[in-house]
């Protein structure tokens, strides 16, 4: 073990107290917050949509809240610390790719549906098959997603805590499932809401310390915090240009094409992303949510910039893959270091970023688990199982039943994952999202000869294609960083599917159009495109 986790363990160690007492704080406040908001929850559109009363800000604050993850604050950390300009990457598509949900599918989502994806699937098709493909594929995107939440909490907590036995870090992923769980149960969408709008001001407040603290330290420079960075790399300049990742085989160069064809057009296709339209009372709220939401992602993207390079330059990449061979401890370690690793400065740091980050996790492990629990409940239950006949109250029963399946499947699952980098599973799960859900969205709100089979196809053979690849691919197996590491059945060279999964969904989208007997209705597709663009006969 390195001098530096050392530190760390013996810091943690040391002022234990001080990080129980931080976490227990929070989950105190934000169990406060979720208690508080339950009672308020009293029909289907509350539990769903949170009465749609939050304003354009609320909103926007609440989706920066379910945007920036783990994945964000630990992953891309650890993967610029350790790969540089290649690493930074990922916080440029996670970016870009709000322009995609801006312009597409933001203010027509909003003014098509009601709760769910499905919601706007089945408007003009066959409600019962296109609902169970959009609850089907709600429920993987958002189970893909969750494991990056959960190998994030592992690595935390067990930071901070010492603990190092594999027991103990699953007995940490459990607790996350547990209080997701609670969170979704009680408080609904109402809840969720508010504590992930508390949890946005925590994470930029937290890195907006840091990124000062990093630069106040290279006297505002950011050349020579870039420069440190490749110096104490030990690859030189390399550091700082593309390609120490993804460009030293035709292979890697392919699968940064794949990263960035998901990054880009996942955003779109994320449940828990899109049902954050509905909590809000207009179109034009909604995209006024989005625009608040670029711009707290943005300034938060552009301070992982002192997050990555500057753990770099303090940590060191054998420091921190010594802590975790992912590097999803690099910023964790980075608070540790920048407020002295041997004082009780950086052991406060330490403990204020590591609740901040654990804050980060919950708030959107519990936007995914709503996302899944409320198609299952709303699509599947309600309108495939009852055929329309359940009461709102039977519905939001359903929910909850099945957030706690869904948290035991992602407590399972999230074990698994927990030695692997949190940014790269989340880009897995954009993959899923961008193959299986974006076509069918798109196809549906702007092509007027998009049928049921269509919308199957699209549906089933995205979401296969991209599980499979994925399955098969060097993230589950045959590198010593796989979820299996010890065997190896990878056919599929890449470790994102998305250049292949992505246009095949659209193809198959296209293509089951083209050969299905069932003619459009041309009515109301006419229908749903003024509603769509107007927000006439929007709930």
Same mark, same amino acid.
């Given at each position: 073990?390195?001098?530096?986790?050392?530190?760390?363990?013996?810091?943690?160690?040391?002022?234990?107290?001080?990080?129980?007492?931080?976490?227990?704080?929070?989950?105190?406040?934000?169990?406060?917050? +979720?208690?508080?908001?339950?009672?308020?929850?009293?029909?289907?559109?509350?539990?769903?949509?949170?009465?749609?009363?939050?304003?354009?800000?609320?909103?926007?604050?609440?989706?920066?809240?379910?945007?920036?993850?783990?994945?964000?604050?630990?992953?891309? *950390?650890?993967? !610029?610390?350790?790969?540089?300009?290649?690493?930074?990457?990922?916080?440029?598509?996670?970016?870009?790719?709000?322009?995609?949900?801006?312009?597409?599918? *933001?203010? #027509?989502?909003?003014?098509?549906?009601?709760?769910?994806?499905?919601?706007?699937?089945?408007?003009?098709?066959?409600?019962?098959?296109?609902?169970?493909?959009?609850?089907?594929?709600?429920?993987?995107?958002?189970?893909?997603?969750?494991?990056?939440?959960? @190998?994030?909490? %592992?690595?935390?907590?067990?930071?901070?805590?010492?603990?190092?036995?594999?027991?103990?870090?699953?007995?940490?992923?459990?607790?996350?499932?547990?209080?997701?769980?609670?969170?979704?149960?009680?408080?609904?969408?109402?809840?969720? +809401?508010?504590?992930?709008?508390?949890?946005?001001?925590?994470?930029?407040?937290?890195?907006?310390?840091?990124?000062? &603290?990093?630069?106040?330290?290279? %006297?505002?420079?950011?050349?020579?915090?870039? %420069?440190?960075?490749?110096?104490?790399?030990?690859?030189?300049?390399?550091?700082?240009?593309?390609?120490?990742?993804?460009?030293?085989?035709?292979?890697?160069?392919?699968?940064?094409?794949?990263?960035?064809?998901?990054?880009?057009?996942?955003?779109?296709?994320?449940?828990?992303?899109?049902?954050?339209?509905?909590?809000?009372?207009?179109?034009?709220?909604?995209?006024?949510?989005?625009?608040?939401?670029?711009?707290?992602?943005?300034?938060?993207?552009?301070?992982?910039?002192?997050? $990555?390079?500057?753990?770099?330059?303090?940590?060191?990449?054998?420091?921190?893959?010594?802590?975790?061979?992912?590097?999803?401890?690099?910023?964790?370690?980075?608070?540790?270091?920048?407020?002295? *690793?041997?004082?009780?400065? $950086?052991?406060?740091?330490?403990?204020?970023?590591?609740?901040?980050?654990?804050? +980060?996790?919950?708030?959107?492990?519990? $936007?995914?688990?709503? @996302?899944?629990?409320?198609?299952?409940?709303?699509?599947?239950?309600?309108?495939?199982?009852?055929?329309?006949?359940?009461?709102?109250?039977?519905?939001?029963?359903?929910?909850?039943?099945?957030?706690?399946?869904?948290?035991?499947?992602?407590?399972?699952?999230?074990?698994? @994952?927990?030695?692997?980098?949190?940014?790269?599973?989340?880009?897995?799960?954009?993959?899923?999202?961008?193959?299986?859900? /974006? #076509?069918?969205?798109?196809?549906?709100?702007?092509?007027?000869?998009?049928?049921?089979?269509?919308?199957?196809?699209? !549906?089933?053979?995205?979401?296969?294609?991209?599980?499979?690849?994925? /399955?098969?691919?060097?993230?589950?197996?045959?590198?010593?960083?796989?979820?299996?590491?010890?065997?190896?059945?990878?056919?599929?060279?890449?470790?994102?599917?998305?250049?292949?999964?992505?246009?095949?969904?659209?193809?198959?989208?296209?293509?089951?159009?083209?050969?299905?007997?069932?003619?459009?209705?041309?009515?109301?597709?006419?229908? &749903?495109?003024?509603?769509?663009?107007?927000?006439?006969?929007?709930?």
């Amino acid at each position: 073990m390195s001098t530096l986790t050392l530190a760390a363990a013996g810091a943690a160690s040391e002022h234990r107290p001080l990080i129980i007492t931080l976490f227990g704080c929070f989950v105190v406040a934000t169990l406060f917050i +979720t208690v508080w908001a339950g009672r308020q929850t009293k029909s289907a559109a509350d539990f769903y949509a949170g009465g749609r009363q939050f304003t354009g800000f609320q909103n926007g604050l609440a989706i920066s809240g379910d945007y920036m993850s783990a994945a964000s604050f630990l992953g891309i *950390a650890g993967a !610029i610390a350790l790969f540089g300009y290649d690493g930074f990457l990922y916080s440029i598509g996670f970016l870009v790719a709000w322009l995609v949900a801006l312009l597409l599918v *933001a203010e #027509p989502l909003r003014n098509s549906g009601r709760f769910t994806m499905g919601d706007v699937l089945a408007y003009r098709m066959r409600q019962r098959p296109v609902r169970t493909a959009a609850g089907t594929s709600t429920i993987v995107v958002s189970i893909f997603y969750l494991l990056a939440q959960m @190998a994030g909490a %592992g690595v935390l907590v067990s930071l901070l805590l010492g603990i190092t036995s594999d027991t103990g870090k699953i007995a940490i992923v459990a607790l996350v499932g547990v209080l997701m769980i609670v969170y979704v149960t009680i408080g609904g969408m109402k809840g969720t +809401t508010w504590v992930q709008m508390v949890k946005a001001v925590l994470l930029i407040a937290g890195t907006l310390l840091i990124t000062f &603290l990093v630069l106040l330290k290279y %006297g505002f420079n950011v050349s020579e915090l870039l %420069g440190r960075a490749a110096e104490n790399s030990g690859k030189g300049a390399a550091f700082l240009e593309p390609g120490l990742k993804y460009g030293a085989t035709a292979t890697s160069k392919l699968d940064f094409v794949s990263l960035g064809i998901a990054l880009v057009l996942g955003t779109a296709g994320l449940p828990h992303i899109l049902i954050r339209f509905y909590t809000v009372p207009t179109a034009k709220a909604a995209r006024k949510s989005v625009n608040w939401a670029i711009g707290i992602i943005g300034a938060f993207y552009l301070m992982t910039i002192a997050l $990555g390079f500057g753990a770099a330059a303090i940590v060191g990449p054998a420091e921190i893959t010594a802590s975790n061979k992912a590097g999803n401890t690099a910023a964790p370690l980075l608070a540790l270091h920048i407020g002295g *690793a041997d004082s009780p400065g $950086g052991a406060i740091l330490l403990a204020v970023i590591s609740a901040v980050a654990f804050a +980060t996790i919950l708030a959107v492990v519990a $936007g995914l688990t709503l @996302a899944s629990s409320s198609s299952f409940a709303h699509d599947i239950y309600a309108n495939v199982i009852r055929r329309g006949q359940a009461t709102e109250q039977e519905e939001v029963r359903a929910a909850r039943w099945a957030t706690v399946l869904i948290g035991i499947v992602s407590i399972a699952l999230g074990a698994l @994952a927990r030695d692997l980098n949190v940014a790269g599973l989340v880009a897995l799960a954009f993959a899923v999202a961008a193959s299986a859900n /974006l #076509p069918t969205i798109l196809y549906s709100l702007f092509w007027k000869r998009f049928t049921t089979q269509g919308a199957l196809w699209s !549906i089933y053979g995205g979401l296969a294609t991209s599980v499979v690849l994925v /399955l098969f691919s060097p993230v589950v197996s045959g590198k010593a960083s796989s979820m299996f590491p010890d065997v190896d059945f990878a056919w599929f060279p890449l470790e994102n599917p998305g250049l292949v999964s992505i246009p095949l969904g659209f193809l198959l989208g296209w293509l089951g159009s083209l050969l299905s007997k069932e003619q459009p209705d041309r009515g109301k597709y006419a229908e &749903l495109e003024v509603k769509s663009l107007t927000g006439v006969g929007a709930h």
